[in-house]
């Protein structure tokens, strides 16, 4: 079974930036569609931003021209660098695939935009 650890982030003032890492076990990483979701307190999941095997890139309109989603396949890892962060982005943030089955939910990693 596939493991998901996220890490990177924290506190930050709106305006900042930080940079997220999700690194997958396992093999055939290079094959999966990925995605970076977030969950709100009191909100459901949603997802932000993918990248499929091929390099292409979709973004949420809450998160366009502010999130760029990235992968370093030989490191089995998928990056998503936040940059003109707002309260609104406080949020779990967590990578998993794309498309279904999905793997199990790794424990995400809290961003918090306060100033």
């Known amino acids: 079974q596939v493991q998901l650890v996220e890490s990177g982030g924290g506190l930050v003032q709106p305006g900042g930036s930080l940079r997220l890492s999700c690194v997958a076990s396992?093999?055939?990483?290079?094959?999966?569609?990925m995605a970076w979701h977030r969950q709100a307190r009191g909100k459901q999941r949603e997802e932000v931003a993918r990248?499929?095997?091929?390099?292409?890139?979709n973004y949420a309109d809450s998160v366009k021209g502010r999130f760029t989603i990235s992968r370093d396949n030989a490191k089995n890892t998928v990056y998503l660098q936040m940059n003109s962060l707002k309260p609104e982005d406080t949020a779990v943030y967590y990578c998993?695939?794309?498309?279904?089955?999905?793997?199990?939910w790794g424990q995400g990693t809290q961003v918090t935009v306060s100033s």
């Open positions: 396992g093999r055939e990483f290079s094959t999966y569609w």
């Open positions: 990248i499929y095997s091929s390099g292409t890139r």
């Open positions: 998993n695939k794309v498309l279904s089955p999905l793997f199990t």
